[in-house]
């Protein structure tokens, strides 16, 4: 979307074995190394295996930071961590709520980066879709299933850092996207596209996310975020799988 060389980083370190050519083969036919090859920095470390679970995650020099809540099921102390180093140092930080389960099974580790019920509130920007907000709302007792209500009240939650206000931005699908911050709340039409047109809905909450942080790095209006959220999403429903042109015709 950004159409900048070197706009994001891809690293890590692998080993000379099967698993490390595996990752090298993969990210080629992935077309990353021809559109990104500065970008990708790979030690190769004759010692050691390649892992496979274990990643490294720089965070000093980004400003915008946003972690997927599946990842409460690996980390929460990392999570905890990087939302420290946000409100300390001005950085927005965001996270999405990920799946329904995440918010009922992980209420707790959840309620510690998001709610009122503890004393820090790290997040700028909440993504989710209908059904996780809805979930959010029932394992908090609050007794409301209207989505813009669920917005408006998962932004006034407490907040750790005063200098970014919370925005909840939650998708309905075909329904229009909801935008609220502690006191307003916005609606926005999704891209309506032929059924015919329509190929596969996979990876399509990432790309909605991709697409809206995109132009929020830029500092562009919010309205600009979900016009670029709603155009990801409609280029990648209309491919096969989580593919997308070499070049996005977004203005
Ligand atoms: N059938 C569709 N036609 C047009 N746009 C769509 C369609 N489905 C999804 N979108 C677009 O994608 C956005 C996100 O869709 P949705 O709410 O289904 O995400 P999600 O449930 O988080 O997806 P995921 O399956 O990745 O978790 C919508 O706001 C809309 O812009
Ligand atoms: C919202 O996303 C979850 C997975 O995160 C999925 O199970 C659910 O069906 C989605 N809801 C809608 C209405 O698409
Ligand atoms: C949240 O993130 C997960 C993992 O990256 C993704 O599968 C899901 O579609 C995302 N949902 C939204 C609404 O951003």
Known sequence: MLQIPCATTYIGCIGRDKFGEEMKKNLKLAGLLVAFARQIHYLEDESAATGTCAVCVVVEKAKYLYIAGFFLTVSPDSIQLVAEHAAENNKVFSMNLSAPFICEFFKDVLDKVCSEHFAV??????????????????????????????????????????????????????????????DKMKKFPVIKLPKEKLVDTYGVGDAFVGGFLSQLVQEKPIEDCVRAACYAANVLIQRSGCSFPEKPNFK
């Open 121 to 182: 509130m790290y997040m700028d920007f909440v993504f989710g879709n209908e059904t996780e907000a809805k979930t959010f709302s029932r394992v908090h007792g609050w007794e409301t299933e209207n989505v813009e209500e669920i917005a408006q009240k998962i932004s006034q939650c407490r907040k750790a850092s005063g200098t970014h206000k919370r925005i909840t931005v939650i998708t309905q699908g075909l329904d229009p996207i909801v935008v609220a911050d502690d």
